[in-house]
C-alpha cells in the first residue's frame, strides 16, 4: 500500500478503522463508504504524480503544417494556456511547415518520441502518420490532432470544431444570400489531404444540395493557403467558369482570392472564410469577407494540453470526453 491508513482516512473523511476494515475486507462497510474511500485513494495517487511532474520539464511537440497566419493563431493560443496550467512546467515546441511531405512529417514525429511527453498535430490524413501516430503511442507519448483529425490513426484524442456542422452553416447562409438565381460557388481548399477541410466541404455541399439545389458547387484546391498558389488557381477557375460568384473558402489565402476576383474585374455577391486571423478581421472590417466561421481557439489549446496530461496521469479522467468546440459566425458588425 502506497498510502497509510491514516492519510487516506484523512483524505476520505471517514475513521481509521473504517478505513481498515475496507481494504483489509475485515467486516462489512457500506457500499458509499467504500466509494468514499476510492476515491481518496485516486486522489491521492493523483497529488503524488503532480507532485513528481511539478519539479521536471514536460516537453510537448506542435506539428503544424499550415501557413504561418493560422499556425500563429494556434501558436499564441496555446502559450496563452500555459499560466493557467500550474504546477506543471511545460516547454512548447514548435514545428511549423507551409509545405511538408508525409515521408518529412513522419521522421519529424519519430524524433520527437525521444524526450516528448506529447505530441499536439495538424497535418493532411495520410497513411503513413497513422503508423507514426501508433509508434508515439508504444513509447507513451500520445498524439492529440487539432483542427483537423487523422480518424483512423492511434491519437488519443481530436480537438476543435465539427467541421460538417460547419459546412452546413455556410451553406445556410449562402443559400439565403444567393437567392434563387443559380450561381456557382468555388469551394477552396488548402488541400485535399487536410480531413478537416474535406468534411467542411463534404458538409456544404450537402446542405446546399437540401437549400438551394440550383446552385453548382466548384472545388479549388492545392493551393496550401499559400498566396501566390491560391491566386493562380482561383485566377485558372475564374477563367473556366464564367458564372463563378460566390466563394466558400475552408482553408486560407482569402487575401489571394480577392484579388484574383478584382483581378479580372469579377463581382462576389457572398464570401464566407473560417479562423479570425489577423488578415480575415481586416478582410471583414473592410467588407471583403460577409462571415468568417470562427471557433475558440484557446479553449481548444487547453483541452489539447490537458487531455496530454490526462493521458499521463497528471489530471483526473475527463467527465465529457469527445464534445466539439462551438461553431461561430462572426460578421462585420459583430467583429
Same mark, same amino acid.
Given at each position: 500500500?502506497?498510502?497509510?491508513?491514516?492519510?487516506?482516512?484523512?483524505?476520505?473523511?471517514?475513521?481509521?478503522?473504517?478505513? @481498515?476494515?475496507?481494504?483489509?475486507?475485515?467486516?462489512?462497510?457500506?457500499?458509499?463508504?467504500? /466509494?468514499?474511500?476510492?476515491?481518496?485513494?485516486?486522489? %491521492?495517487?493523483?497529488?503524488?504524480?503532480?507532485?513528481?511532474?511539478?519539479?521536471?520539464?514536460?516537453?510537448? @511537440?506542435?506539428? *503544424?503544417?499550415?501557413?504561418?497566419?493560422?499556425? #500563429?493563431?494556434? #501558436?499564441?493560443?496555446?502559450?496563452?494556456?500555459?499560466?493557467?496550467?500550474?504546477?506543471?512546467?511545460?516547454? *512548447?515546441?514548435?514545428?511549423?511547415?507551409?509545405?511538408?511531405?508525409?515521408?518529412?512529417?513522419?521522421?519529424?514525429?519519430?524524433?520527437?518520441?525521444?524526450?516528448?511527453?506529447?505530441?499536439?498535430?495538424?497535418?493532411? @490524413?495520410?497513411?503513413? *502518420?497513422?503508423?507514426?501516430? $501508433?509508434?508515439?503511442?508504444?513509447?507513451? +507519448?500520445?498524439?492529440?490532432?487539432?483542427?483537423?483529425?487523422?480518424?483512423?490513426?492511434?491519437?488519443? /484524442?481530436?480537438?476543435?470544431?465539427?467541421?460538417?456542422?460547419?459546412?452546413?452553416?455556410?451553406?445556410?447562409?449562402?443559400?439565403?444570400?444567393?437567392?434563387?438565381?443559380?450561381?456557382?460557388?468555388?469551394?477552396?481548399?488548402?488541400?485535399?489531404?487536410?480531413?478537416?477541410?474535406?468534411?467542411?466541404?463534404?458538409?456544404?455541399?450537402?446542405?446546399?444540395?437540401? %437549400?438551394?439545389?440550383?446552385?453548382?458547387?466548384?472545388?479549388?484546391?492545392?493551393?496550401?493557403? +499559400?498566396?501566390?498558389?491560391?491566386?493562380?488557381?482561383?485566377? @485558372?477557375?475564374?477563367?473556366?467558369?464564367?458564372?463563378?460568384?460566390?466563394?466558400?473558402?475552408?482553408?486560407?489565402?482569402?487575401?489571394?482570392?480577392?484579388?484574383?476576383?478584382? #483581378?479580372?474585374?469579377?463581382?462576389?455577391?457572398?464570401?464566407?472564410?473560417?479562423?479570425?486571423?489577423?488578415?480575415?478581421? $481586416?478582410?471583414?472590417?473592410?467588407?471583403?469577407?460577409?462571415?468568417?466561421?470562427?471557433?475558440?481557439?484557446?479553449?481548444?489549446?487547453?483541452?489539447?494540453?490537458?487531455?496530454?496530461?490526462?493521458?499521463?496521469?497528471?489530471?483526473?479522467?475527463? $467527465?465529457?470526453?469527445?464534445?466539439?468546440? /462551438?461553431?461561430?459566425?462572426?460578421?462585420?458588425?459583430?467583429?
Amino acid at each position: 500500500m502506497k498510502f497509510s491508513i491514516k492519510q487516506i482516512a484523512a483524505q476520505s473523511g471517514v475513521s481509521k478503522a473504517t478505513v @481498515d476494515r475496507a481494504l483489509h475486507k475485515r467486516g462489512s462497510v457500506h457500499p458509499q463508504t467504500e /466509494r468514499r474511500i476510492a476515491a481518496a485513494i485516486r486522489d %491521492l495517487e493523483l497529488q503524488q504524480r503532480v507532485n513528481l511532474a511539478s519539479g521536471r520539464t514536460l516537453n510537448i @511537440d506542435v506539428v *503544424l503544417h499550415t501557413p504561418e497566419r493560422f499556425s #500563429s493563431l494556434v #501558436s499564441a493560443a496555446l502559450l496563452s494556456q500555459l499560466g493557467s496550467l500550474a504546477p506543471f512546467r511545460l516547454m *512548447l515546441r514548435f514545428h511549423v511547415f507551409e509545405q511538408i511531405d508525409a515521408k518529412s512529417l513522419r521522421q519529424l514525429l519519430l524524433r520527437c518520441g525521444s524526450d516528448s511527453y506529447g505530441v499536439i498535430l495538424k497535418v493532411s @490524413d495520410e497513411s503513413p *502518420l497513422n503508423a507514426s501516430v $501508433e509508434e508515439l503511442l508504444h513509447q507513451r +507519448v500520445p498524439v492529440v490532432t487539432l483542427v483537423t483529425d487523422l480518424p483512423d490513426s492511434a491519437r488519443i /484524442r481530436y480537438v476543435g470544431m465539427d467541421n460538417g456542422s460547419a459546412g452546413r452553416t455556410a451553406a445556410y447562409l449562402l443559400s439565403r444570400w444567393l437567392g434563387p438565381q443559380p450561381h456557382s460557388v468555388a469551394v477552396v481548399l488548402s488541400s485535399a489531404g487536410f480531413r478537416g477541410e474535406e468534411e467542411r466541404v463534404a458538409g456544404f455541399s450537402d446542405g446546399l444540395r437540401q %437549400l438551394a439545389p440550383q446552385h453548382n458547387v466548384v472545388r479549388i484546391s492545392e493551393g496550401y493557403g +499559400v498566396d501566390s498558389l491560391t491566386f493562380e488557381r482561383v485566377s @485558372d477557375a475564374l477563367v473556366s467558369d464564367p458564372a463563378i460568384s460566390a466563394v466558400y473558402c475552408v482553408g486560407g489565402g482569402n487575401r489571394a482570392i480577392f484579388r484574383a476576383f478584382t #483581378s479580372q474585374q469579377r463581382s462576389l455577391r457572398a464570401f464566407i472564410a473560417h479562423d479570425l486571423d489577423e488578415e480575415n478581421r $481586416e478582410m471583414l472590417a473592410e467588407r471583403q469577407l460577409d462571415a468568417v466561421i470562427d471557433h475558440d481557439l484557446r479553449a481548444d489549446a487547453r483541452t489539447a494540453l490537458q487531455a496530454i496530461l490526462r493521458f499521463h496521469g497528471f489530471l483526473p479522467p475527463e $467527465e465529457e470526453a469527445g464534445v466539439f468546440s /462551438r461553431v461561430n459566425v462572426v460578421t462585420p458588425f459583430n467583429l
